[in-house]
């Protein structure tokens, strides 16, 4: 099988660190993962701690500062985890603020991103001490000023920019392009003129530009022109109007391995972003600003894998396979959303048995409800088997519905032979606590 479960968190393969194949079957965490599907019921998504901590690790070695963008996958533990690891965070909504401010994480190491944020989100994040508001529009400025005006603050604030460039990815994680509803042009003027509103508003601290050019992205040549456009902006601030940019937050979307991708190394993409900005700069006769990056699939998506029991297993005209799970698209809406795809292994040990073109489909009332489409896996997989899907940490439990009115799974973390419960499962009569 091209992407067994491998004994690093090898940058082509998708599956968690620990993840190992022996004489029991797939074990992450060092416990057995039929056990766990056994333990704590399925779906469950297993979070592998080794290998959150390597991941972020590895960012908090090669970048200054690093916020993990909690969109990805939100929860106390998870939050804290990484806030012990040295990474900030950074909310896209309210509801991301309260989880972080809830998790203990001081206000102040909490970033705010979003384009349409609303007058109370404002009020609340700026009232708490946010460490830096990411403003996305005029409107937003104007109002945000007003509001740390009236609280007696100055608030730290970067300018989302568009830098016009395309990062090759799927066209709804694409956020860098003239088209984007993400920030506001370089190229047109209005970065420029947001950065003026900011610097001149009283309520504004202006420290720095941002940009985010979309998610999933697997080569280092769009950060590098990320990097350019940025560096040409500060530069043209500094000459014109004396403003200097302190800090410049090239965003995330570092891509990673969900099949036979292979994203470049983030220590080697360090090197090279780290490379072209001196460079810029030097050209651009500025400082060398602080960098920030916000990764988040980058840091949790390969930490997960999500266990599934087979419920049926049916034939199709064509010699298709299809085994449903007892999941899907309420616990992972990402190939419904992107045509998304993942290596799937059964957890227990099989003899010999060839592997034949499968599709694996979830058990909701949609026909697109597909897990994995058209993967070889085990012919002797039958009802009652455990399934792991590889890959799952990020964008999966976040974006998770009821639909169906079916309960969100639970979240177990692994590491070193202990299992521990991060988030219960729903259970319905949480899916009747809105009923009024
Ligand atoms: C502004 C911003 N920063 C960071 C991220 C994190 O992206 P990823 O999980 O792909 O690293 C996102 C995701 O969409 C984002 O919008």
């Known amino acids: 099988m091209s992407a067994q479960p491998s004994p690093h968190a090898s940058l082509s393969s998708p599956w968690p660190a620990t993840a190992r194949w022996t004489a029991h079957g797939l074990e992450i965490g060092g416990l057995c993962a039929a056990d766990l599907a056994e333990e704590f019921g399925t779906p469950l998504l297993v979070c592998d701690v080794a290998h959150l901590r390597q991941r972020a690790g590895e960012f908090r070695r090669a970048f200054p500062q690093v916020h993990y963008a909690v969109k990805a996958l939100t929860c ?20 991301e603020l ?11 190491r909490v970033a705010l991103h979003g384009n349409n944020k609303s007058e109370t989100e404002l009020e609340r994040a700026i009232g708490a001490g946010l460490g830096l508001l990411i403003c996305d529009n005029l409107d937003e400025i104007r109002r945000a000023a007003a509001i740390a005006a009236r609280l007696g603050r100055r608030q ?39 950065v003026l509103a900011t610097v001149e508003s009283r309520g504004l601290h202006y420290r720095g530009l941002h940009a985010h050019i979309g998610s999933q992205v697997l080569e280092t040549e ?18 014109t109007h004396g403003i200097d940019t302190e800090l410049l937050d090239i965003g995330g979307g570092f891509g990673i391995t969900y099949r036979s991708e292979e994203p470049p190394a983030i220590s080697l993409l360090a090197r090279a972003v780290d490379a072209r900005l001196r ?6 006769g500025i400082p060398l600003p602080r960098l920030l990056t916000e990764p988040g699939r980058a840091v949790v998506g390969g930490a997960g894998l999500t266990l599934y029991r087979v419920g049926s297993v049916k034939e199709r005209p064509g010699g298709t396979r299809l085994v449903a799970v007892d999941g899907g698209m309420s616990d992972n809406p990402r190939p419904m959303l992107y045509g998304a795809s993942y290596e799937v292994v059964p957890v227990a040990t099989r003899n010999g048995a060839p ?10 009332c949609e026909s697109g409800d597909v897990v994995a489409e058209a993967l070889p896996l085990s012919a002797d997989v039958v009802a ?23 309960p969100r799974p639970a979240l177990a973390a692994v590491h070193d032979g202990d299992a ?17």
């Open 76 to 95: 106390r533990r998870l939050l804290r985890l990484l806030g012990g690891e040295g990474l900030r965070l950074l909310a896209a909504s309210q509801g």
């Open 98 to 108: 309260e989880a972080c401010l809830r998790a203990g994480v001081a206000p102040g």
């Open 156 to 194: 730290d604030a970067l300018v989302r920019v568009i830098p016009g460039i395309s990062a090759g990815v799927h066209r709804h994680i694409e956020t860098g392009t003239a088209e984007s509803k993400f920030g506001l042009p370089i190229a047109s003027g209005e970065a420029e003129e947001a």
């Open 222 to 239: 769009p950060y590098l022109v990320t990097v350019d456009r940025l560096c040409s902006l500060a530069g043209r601030l500094a000459r």
């Open 279 to 284: 460079a810029d700069c030097a050209r651009e």
């Open 355 to 364: 592997r034949v073109a499968t599709t694996v489909v979830g058990q909701h």
């Open 384 to 406: 009652g088997d455990v399934l792991a899907v590889a890959g799952t940490g990020a964008y999966c439990y976040s974006m998770a519905s009821n639909y169906n009115r079916t």
């Open 420 to 436: 521990e419960l991060w988030l219960r499962g729903e259970t319905y009569d949480d899916l009747d606590k809105l009923e009024v």
